[in-house]
């Protein structure tokens, strides 16, 4: 997966928009964010129209002065409708958590009274724990390419939240997070359960609510903004890919 830098501290793990399709079936990926962020994710389907998710997501930074780092994951079950030969709906509710520390400087430029630029540090260290709902289809094109949408809802809850040391007021936010998708698959197998695919996606997050009294003044108001992704990444089923002719 690729994403875009900033100075957000909540980065939004991609939409899982698993390809299962079937009872025992295991879906592997990994993916690459623009900004080096890595991500890998298991989903199983024990029983017809259910599944089980696990995901981790992570970037380290080893810079003193700016540097993003986040490790974070999320548990999930959901459930899968085929309809016909082209078409795949699902829905899948879970929890995670997440630390996140981001330092950068923010320069500023003043007029009024001669031209003079400020300085300003930011040393964020987050911590919290999400609890999303997220619906997703695909529609298969052709037999190797699908285009595919998903859509989450995130509530945040930050358990520890700090600028340079210093407590910040904000305690949670709602956010909603879209994804748009395209899938290539190789190779030959039932459908739904080809061997190995390409996905491109891209996505983002943006507030739709906080709790009431915070109104993300200052420092917190930086944690606020909109922030998108980009990502690359590979699919596969294990049983498909090392299947003998």
């Known amino acids: 997966?690729?994403?875009?830098?900033g100075c957000a501290v909540y980065r939004p793990m991609q939409c899982a928009a698993p390809?299962?399709?079937?009872?025992?079936?295991?879906?592997?990926?990994?993916?690459?964010?623009?900004?080096?962020?890595?991500n890998g994710g298991v989903n199983y389907s024990p029983v017809r129209h259910?599944?089980?998710?696990?995901?981790?997501?992570?970037?380290?930074?080893?810079n003193d002065s700016t540097y993003s780092r986040i490790a974070q994951y999320e548990l999930a079950v959901?459930?899968?409708?085929?309809?016909?030969?082209?078409?795949?709906l699902g829905a899948l509710g879970g929890v995670g958590q997440a630390h996140s520390q981001v330092g950068y400087s923010d320069t500023k430029y003043f007029v009024a009274g001669g031209?003079?630029?400020?300085?300003?540090?930011?040393?964020?260290?987050?911590?919290?724990n999400k609890y999303f709902?997220?619906?997703?289809?695909a529609v298969q094109l052709s037999p190797a390419f699908s285009l595919g949408f998903?859509?989450?809802l995130t509530q945040v809850q930050f358990v520890g939240l700090t600028d340079q040391g210093q407590p910040l007021n904000l305690r949670s936010m709602l956010r909603?997070?879209?994804?748009?998708?395209?899938?290539?698959?190789?190779?030959?197998g039932p459908r739904g359960e080809r061997p190995l695919y390409a996905q491109f996606g891209c996505g983002g997050s943006r507030l739709l609510s906080t709790r009431p009294g915070q109104t993300g003044t200052g420092s917190e108001s930086n944690l606020l903004k909109p922030n998108s992704y980009f990502t690359l990444g590979l699919g596969f089923f294990p049983a498909a890919l090392f299947r003998r002719p």
């Open 78 to 88: 959901g459930t899968y409708w085929p309809l016909g030969k082209r078409v795949l």
């Open 115 to 128: 031209g003079t630029y400020s300085y300003e540090q930011h040393r964020y260290d987050a911590r919290y």
């Open 50 to 62: 259910f599944l089980v998710r696990a995901a981790l997501d992570g970037k380290g930074d080893n």
């Open 150 to 152: 998903a859509y989450r």
């Open 1 to 5: 997966m690729l994403s875009s830098p």
């Open 133 to 137: 709902g997220e619906a997703y289809g």
């Open 19 to 38: 390809a299962v399709q079937d009872k025992g079936q295991v879906e592997v990926t990994g993916n690459a964010y623009f900004n080096t962020r890595l």
């Open 176 to 188: 909603g997070e879209p994804m748009l998708f395209v899938r290539g698959a190789f190779g030959n």
